[in-house]
């Protein structure tokens, strides 16, 4: 269920972008400005909005820790923005003073991409706020752009309909005719998804463009190999170009807006319509996920940004809860640790263990010493909440203290099967969800989107006895 739970209104004109921190939500307009609000109570914060483009503010967004914001403009600039208290700390030229449509910063925060009308695309020094290398795609005006989740490599899309890769020296190393109209949106889940044939690890990438379509393409990254691009389906449902898509942070769910002023929800693995949403009055140009928390944000020309909210019991929900069961906890990245608050109803200390520095192992060490004297927590009440979750997170740790071979996992489910079959495409699969996926009429395969030959379903006996014999030796 998703439930829309605010709106606000505060620009004055279309609203290009919204991205998100783990506390704040930032957007921009064609009114020239960025507005910051709070994610507690969705209040603007005293420095907002921040001005100083002199024309449309085309993008917005946060670098990693959430002290960085970026935005571009018309007026041929990116700026840096302090989110402490909203200083302009620099502000980056664009070779040519091209109008620059798209920022992103790297997943280290050691890059900030910038992508032009004129086709240019820089690569600066976070650091130093120096250009460090730049580049320009083959035709067209670069409009969307996404880095892989080690930042080594990012893609960028452009009018033309092309998708580049390009590693960290700014050299081209794979180029797709994506969309025939033009591309105006792409992203790169954080989640890797597994090529269970070959034993590889791929990340899945989004794409839309003007032609309607929302393309899902699997990328294999090797810092020796290169990269390796395969297209794997298109998502259906919108009538008009798709202006814009996001991946949620678990890389469940896929979200997209349309010149047709909806909003769909898919579910990543099937590509099954979760929720079309409908109460935008113009088109809709920018979606995001918050990271840590269960909520949507919708911009649109009707100058409105909607703020929606996810069942936190729905599977799918924003927050990466699943990888309490994937990853052994004392391995949780502090994102990790933020994900978990989220999901236990800790949303507001989710900004104090970001500050603290607390990962999974220092999650598991901390006593209601530590509580008090050093994250000064005040409240007994918060303390003994927050210590009776930790007790609980022990408890699950010592139950289950290794990851699940992802060869164990159902490419659909992404669970532990329990009766695996092998289909006409070489892959397993957990029966009942392959048996799900033949009686909705699908004849592809969920791996390679190629025809299935044959819909018969083969046992796949080693592979159960393996699954077996680990879960036995679990159990010692």
């Known amino acids: 269920m998703v439930t829309l739970i605010h709106t606000l209104a505060d620009h004055g004109d279309d609203v290009n972008c919204c991205a998100f ?9 064609l009114d020239k400005t960025i507005r910051v609000y709070s ?5 603007e914060l005293p420095y907002s909005p921040l001005q100083g483009h002199t024309y449309a503010v085309h993008c917005c967004c946060f670098s990693p820790s959430g002290h960085l914001l970026a935005s571009c403009s018309t007026d041929g600039t990116t700026m840096l923005w302090d989110t402490g208290g909203g200083g302009r ?32 695309v820089v690569l600066w020094n976070s650091q130093s706020l120096k250009l460090y290398r730049s580049g320009n795609v083959k035709d067209g005006s670069l409009v969307a752009c996404a880095f892989s989740p080690n930042g080594n490599f990012f893609v960028t899309g452009s009018s033309c309909g092309d998708l580049t890769i390009w590693d960290d020296k700014m050299r081209s190393l794979y180029n797709e005719k994506a969309h025939d109209l033009g591309v105006m949106c792409c992203d790169i889940s954080s989640q890797p998804v597994s090529d269970g044939e070959h034993g590889c690890r791929y990340f899945q990438m989004a794409s839309c463009g003007q032609d309607n379509q929302i393309k899902l393409w699997l990328i294999f990254f090797a810092d020796f190999l290169g990269a390796e691009l395969k297209y794997k389906c298109t998502l259906s449902g919108h009538s008009a170009p798709v202006l814009a898509c996001a991946f949620s942070y678990n890389g469940q769910m896929l979200v997209s807006g349309s010149v047709d002023k909806s909003v769909i929800i898919y579910e990543t693995n099937t590509g099954n319509t979760l929720h079309t949403l409908s109460q935008h009055t113009r088109y809709v140009t920018t979606c995001a996920f918050a990271p840590h928390s269960p909520l949507l944000a919708t911009g649109s020309m009707d100058k409105t940004v909607n703020i929606w909210q996810f069942d936190l019991k729905q599977p799918c929900a924003g927050s990466s809860v699943e990888a309490e069961s994937k990853v052994a906890v004392e391995d949780w990245s502090e994102d990790d640790v933020s994900a978990w608050l989220s999901a236990e109803n800790l949303v507001n200390f989710v900004g104090l263990f970001k500050k ?8 598991l060490n901390l006593t209601r010493e530590s509580l008090t004297n050093e994250l000064k927590i005040e409240s007994l009440g918060l303390r003994s909440k927050v210590l009776q979750k930790i007790e609980e997170l022990r408890m699950k740790t010592i139950s289950f203290p290794v990851t699940i071979p992802d060869e164990f996992l159902c490419p659909i489910t992404r669970e532990l099967m329990k009766d695996p079959v092998i289909a006409a495409d070489g892959y397993s699969y957990e029966r009942e969800a392959m048996e799900h996926w033949i009686r909705n009429k699908r004849c592809s395969s969920p791996m390679t989107n190629l025809p299935l030959h044959s819909l018969m ?19 010692k």
């Open 21 to 29: 921190s783990s506390s704040c939500l930032a957007t921009c307009s």
């Open 39 to 43: 994610l507690n109570n969705f209040a």
């Open 89 to 120: 700390l620099a502000v980056l030229e664009q070779p040519g003073s091209s109008p620059v449509r798209v920022c992103r910063f790297s997943p280290g925060s050691r890059y900030l991409v910038s992508g032009a009308a004129d086709g240019s």
């Open 356 to 363: 603290n520095n607390i990962d999974g192992k220092e999650l």
């Open 457 to 475: 379903l083969t046992p796949n006996r080693t592979l159960k006895m393996a699954i077996n014999h680990w879960l036995e030796t679990q159990q």
